[in-house]
Nanobody, 116 residues
Framework: QVQLVESGGGLVQAGGSLRLSCAAS????????MNWYRQAPGKQREWVAT???????NYADSVKGRFTISRDNAKNAVYLQGNSLKPEDTGVYYC??????????WGQGTQVTVSS
């Protein structure tokens, strides 16, 4: 089972920025589809962004134009840069790794709190 560890969360004022990191065990990021999800208090977990092994990216409408997902294959890491943060971006952010023939792997999450 792949281990994923998120980091970079914290408290930020509205309009600020944060960069989340997700480190994977083993050389797996380059051949997997990597995703970011988030879960706000009292709400279901929702998809935020995806980057494929080929480098294609896709974003939820709520973060499009403000968030950027990227990948560093040499470091086995994926990142989520969030700019112009809003209070509604508050939540626990999770990294998920998808590989063909395997169940998805999830990290433990990192808390992001955006104050108004």
């Amino acid at each position: 089972q792949v281990q994923l560890v998120e980091s970079g969360g914290g408290l930020v004022q509205a309009g600020g920025s944060l960069r989340l990191s997700c480190a994977a065990s083993g050389s797996i990021v380059s051949i997997a589809t990597m995703n970011w999800y988030r879960q706000a208090p009292g709400k279901q977990r929702e998809w935020v962004a995806t980057i494929t092994s080929g480098g294609s990216t896709n974003y939820a409408d709520s973060v499009k134009g403000r968030f950027t997902i990227s990948r560093d294959n040499a470091k086995n890491a994926v990142y989520l840069q969030g700019n112009s943060l809003k209070p509604e971006d508050t939540g626990v952010y999770y990294c998920r790794l998808d590989r063909k023939y395997y169940s998805p792997s999830w990290g433990q999450g990192t808390q992001v709190t955006v104050s108004s």
